[in-house]
């Protein structure tokens, strides 16, 4: 499952032998790679990122996720991009709160069992070598803070592993090593599209302006937080029950917020930096800023709007990606006068 630089022989890579056949033919265009980052839900404007580059005829050669990044591109990159479309804009308050199984003992609040099941019944055992389109995930290893680029193995365990994000979801054992969220070394992965052969890489960073807002439950802001109210008399079940639970981690109360809101928020902040600077180092040929930071981390159930919000971006960057095409397009040999 983990990327190794060496010996790479597709994609015209260092490690492939010489041969005497005649060269294949250029391309007209580029390679191009798509490079997208973490920033849970409001990562459902890749969805309309990529439905906006495909209907203008850019369609990515390499996709590289970080996070719910993973999660998207490699539904596209597995011909999936229509379920998890359908499967997103579907979301309801009621029906997220399906997916989060609790869970105290499994190193996250959140199981990730449901989620998990979620994309196996679409994805099934596919694994990202079977892809007609060259792809990766990138995840962080416990302990070491190793960059690990997952480029082989079951699909849904590498997205898993990428999206594992610290404290909410339980860390991913994966080849003798347990992966946790890309986002914490690589939150927007430039540098591995460009390494897996990417001419032109175009980025989407969903979390530009998110500093200075809430990111949990964004949506609700104006409402002051929900109070505990124990029903009278309904015993331990409920006082105990899932919703009780839930509400208690995921709101917080009225003096301090959750412990969620404190720990993605911190990521955030963390997460922000680290984009910045690895940005700075190798910036894309084309950045697509989507503005989300109104959306929370866990307002899934504004799905639609997310993905409304990265078609919009991606529409105003179609020409200065149609000049970075041009530019980076393979040039013709010069042709030499024949010698008498």
């Not at 391309?27 to 459902?44: D, H, K, T, V």
């Not at 911190?266 to 930071?293: H, K, S, Y």
Request: glycine fraction near 14%; charge should be positive.
């Amino acid at each position: 499952m983990v990327f190794n630089g060496e010996g790479r022989g597709r994609y015209g890579d260092r490690g492939a032998k010489a041969t005497s056949e005649a060269p294949e033919r250029r391309s007209e265009r580029p390679s191009i790679g798509l490079a997208l980052g973490g920033g849970g839900a409001r990562g459902f404007a890749h969805i309309g990122v990529i439905r906006t580059l495909l209907a203008h005829g850019i369609e990515p050669d390499i996709i590289v996720g970080t996070s719910i990044g993973a999660v998207v591109g490699g539904c596209h990159a597995a011909g999936r991009l229509d379920i998890i479309e359908e499967w997103a804009r579907g979301l309801t308050k009621r029906s997220i709160l399906g997916y989060l199984d609790i869970s105290l003992t499994g190193g996250g609040l959140i199981g990730g069992g449901k989620l998990a099941s979620r994309l196996q019944e679409k994805l099934g055992n596919t694994s990202i070598e079977a892809l007609p389109t060259r792809f990766a995930t990138i995840a962080t290893e416990v302990g070491t803070g190793h960059e690990i680029w997952l480029t082989r193995g079951r699909l849904v365990d590498a997205m898993r592993a990428s999206y594992a994000l610290p404290g909410i979801f339980p860390p991913v054992y994966l080849d003798g090593r347990w992966l946790v969220d890309g986002a914490l070394v690589n939150p927007v992965p430039v540098s591995a599209a460009r390494v897996l052969g990417a001419r032109l890489v175009i980025a989407v960073n969903v979390n530009s302006d998110i500093l200075g807002r809430s990111m949990i439950m964004a949506g609700a802001s104006a409402d002051p937080p929900l109070e505990d109210h124990t029903p009278e008399r309904r015993g331990l079940r409920t006082l105990f029950g899932t919703e009780n639970l839930l509400r208690r981690q995921f709101v917080g109360g009225t003096r301090r917020p959750g412990i969620p809101t404190v720990m993605v928020d911190a990521f955030n902040i963390m997460q922000d930096r680290i984009a910045r600077a690895r940005l700075a180092g190798d910036p894309p040929d084309v950045m697509v800023n989507p503005r989300l930071g109104h959306v929370g981390w866990f307002d899934f159930h504004r799905a639609q709007e997310a993905i409304e919000v990265g078609a919009r971006v991606t529409e105003r960057a179609l020409e200065e990606i149609g000049e970075a095409v041009a530019a980076l397009a393979p040039r013709p040999a010069p042709v030499t006068p024949a010698v008498r």
